[in-house]
């Protein structure tokens, strides 16, 4: 298979519209080390000219433009994004949807119940898109170990994993979570024989969840933060990492092995890739230390246009 990374920041983008952290005013600035990124999404091929989109960013339409392959161009209206995805309904999730309405058939949408609760009511983007394209729903089992396919692309079998992370803040969920408010996928390729784990928002790595990441060969995964209460200190919110459904990359103050680079030590044979990194994340300084421990610690920081093969 191959994954492209069409967005790699989390919601805001890299730079947000209005923030003045010093990221974000160094990429504006074009400081050397600091590349900018749109808000998280990939898409997914099994090598055909077919793929799907996991989750619709704001940011799509800028994505679509930046890769040639989701255009193939064998009709008058035609792209190469057979179905979407969604791992939650979080607006730099979805909000990409109202941007593909023009689609001349139903948009295939594959999201859990909770999600499309959430998509119908408290973001009624479903009901909207229902006077434009249409939208033809596959819910996705959040009780149930069965992987399934999207045809056109058979060899290419996914399994939705359920995830404790957060629900959107308008949700009647954000704070009494629901199965399947957030999920992660084991994405495998038949031909390939090779699998990927993809949660990128994941607020801890439960018991349940370490079988599949343990049999992925790849695992790209939440690197909002830096630290848990990175917003706080940086002056731009109340708000620690885990109220938001992310676990962040350094150890919770007197929580030794509770942050991502301790916990992915034990995956020793996957590829390591941190997605969904949000503007104040000292990681984006592509010189900075905490850029070199990712480095010591094997983990790679997944960019805008990054292919991955598996
Ligand atoms: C999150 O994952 O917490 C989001 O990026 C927040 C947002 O979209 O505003
Ligand atoms: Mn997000
Ligand atoms: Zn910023």
Known sequence: MKIKVLGSAAGGGFPQWNCNCSNCQAVRAKKPGYTARTQSSIAISDGSANWILVNASPDIL??????PELQPNRSPRDSGIAAVILMDAQIDHTTGLLMMREGKNPMRL????AVWEDLTNGLPLVPTLGFYCGVKWTPLCTECDEPF???????IRIKSIPLVSKAPPYSPSRYAQRRGDNIGLLIEDLNTGKTVFYAPGLGE??????PYMQQADVLMVDGTFWTED???TQGFSQKMAADMGHLPQTDKPGKRGSGMISQLRQFEKQRKVLIHINNTNPILNEHGDESAVLAENGIEVSYDGMEILA
């Open 149 to 155: 396919s999207i045809s056109p692309l058979d060899s």
């Open 230 to 232: 990175e917003m706080v």
């Open 205 to 210: 790595i439960t018991p349940d969840i370490l």
């Open 110 to 113: 594959y999201t859990t119940p």
């Open 62 to 67: 800028t994505q679509i433009k930046n890769t």
